[in-house]
């Protein structure tokens, strides 16, 4: 499967930048320091993106 690196790139700038609003952007960037912190930190970044992905989906239909 070839990634789109445009979509690739935008969705790393997402998770940056939910992870500085949650306070939790040194936990997203360093994901082998404490793996078990940075679960919890990366999951709660991800379940955002889905939402707000699902929501732009939403206003374009």
Do not use: C, H, W
């Not at 935008?10 to 940056?16: C, G, I, V």
């Amino acid at each position: 499967m070839k990634v789109d690196q445009n979509a690739k790139k935008a969705l790393e700038e997402l998770k940056f930048e939910l992870a500085t609003e949650l306070g939790i952007t040194d936990a997203v960037k360093n994901v082998k320091s404490k793996p078990i912190k940075n679960i919890y930190a990366t999951g709660r970044v991800a379940d955002i993106m889905k939402r707000k992905s699902l929501e732009n989906d939403d206003d374009l239909q």
